[in-house]
C-alpha cells in the first residue's frame, strides 16, 4: 500500500507540474505530435526566412519525400498516384475566447493546372474537426490563399487574400528539385497570421496539411510558427514527463494485477 501511495503521489505531482513551454520549433518538432509522412523543422533556409515573432527554427511539411497519403476531407487528391503529408499537435487545453495565433508560408514548385493544397485545421481532442483555419493552393492566375475551390477559411488571415510570390522557390525541405518549377503559379506566399477565437473551453489539437495533388511530381510544402493560445506558447510537455508519467501508469498496472 505505501509503494501504490508513493507511485500516486508522483502521478498527481506529475499532472499538477507545469509542462515546458513552445510557441516555436527550436527544439524540433515536439516528440509527442505525430506526422504521417514528411515533416521537419529548419532554420531560416531558402525562401522561407524566420517567422515573425517565432524562434530560432519554424516548423515545416512537405509531399517530398513522402510516401502517405493526405488529403483535407471532402477535397479529395485528385487521382490515386497523390501523396501528402499531416502534422497534427499534442491535445492542448484552451478556455473559452481564447485566441489561437500563429503564422504559416506556402512553398510551391507545380504550378498551372497540377493544383497542389494545404491547410490547418482545429481538432477536438477526438480528432473531430472543428475550424477549417486556412487554405493555400497553387494557382496560375489569382490568389493562393486562400485556396480556390476548397472551403472557406475560418481563421482571420493577415494579409488576405495573398497573391503567390512567383519566382525562385529554393527551399531544403522539396528536395533537390526545389529550385525548380512547372509553369506559371510556382512560388510562395510569404509568411501570413491565422487568428481564430476558440469558442469553447476544451482540449483541442492543431493539424498541418499538404497534398500533392494527382500526381508526386514538382514538390509542396508549408512552414509555420509563433504558435500561442491565449497569448501563451502553445503547451508541450517534455519527453521526461511522458517517461514518467507512462512509468507511473505501469506500476499501477502491475499493483492491480498483484491485487487480484
Not at 500516486?8 to 505530435?33: E, H, K, V
Not at 525541405?173 to 510556382?186: F, V
Amino acid at each position: 500500500m505505501h509503494t501504490r501511495n508513493l507511485i500516486l503521489s508522483a502521478l498527481a505531482a506529475l499532472t499538477l507540474t507545469t509542462p515546458a513551454l513552445a510557441g516555436t520549433f527550436d527544439g524540433g518538432i515536439p516528440a509527442s505530435w505525430t506526422c504521417s509522412g514528411s515533416c521537419g523543422t529548419s532554420g531560416a533556409n531558402g525562401v522561407v526566412p524566420l517567422a515573425p515573432g517565432g524562434g530560432s527554427a519554424y516548423g515545416w511539411i512537405s509531399t517530398y519525400g513522402s510516401s502517405a497519403a493526405a488529403s483535407l476531407p471532402g477535397v479529395g487528391t485528385g487521382g490515386e498516384d497523390a501523396n501528402g503529408s499531416i502534422l497534427r499537435s499534442l491535445a492542448f487545453n484552451a478556455a473559452s475566447g481564447a485566441l489561437l495565433d500563429f503564422r504559416f508560408n506556402y512553398v510551391t514548385t507545380d504550378g498551372a493546372g497540377y493544383a497542389d493544397y494545404a491547410w490547418a485545421r482545429l481538432l477536438n481532442q477526438d480528432n473531430t474537426p472543428v475550424a477549417i483555419l486556412y487554405t493555400a493552393r497553387t494557382n496560375s492566375a489569382g490568389n493562393a490563399v486562400p485556396g480556390f475551390d476548397l472551403p472557406a477559411p475560418q481563421a482571420t488571415l493577415t494579409p488576405n487574400p495573398v497573391a503567390i510570390v512567383e519566382g525562385e522557390t529554393t527551399w531544403t525541405p522539396l528536395g533537390p528539385d526545389g529550385d525548380d518549377c512547372y509553369d506559371t503559379g510556382c512560388g510562395r506566399t510569404g509568411w501570413v497570421r491565422a487568428q481564430y477565437t476558440i469558442a469553447s473551453e476544451g482540449m483541442y489539437r492543431l493539424e498541418f496539411g499538404v497534398t500533392n495533388w494527382s500526381d508526386q511530381d514538382f514538390d509542396t510544402g508549408m512552414a509555420f510558427d509563433a504558435i500561442t493560445v491565449g497569448g501563451d506558447p502553445l503547451p508541450i510537455p517534455e519527453p521526461g514527463q511522458y517517461a514518467m508519467l507512462l512509468a507511473g501508469l505501469a506500476a499501477l498496472t502491475v499493483l492491480k494485477r498483484r491485487a487480484h
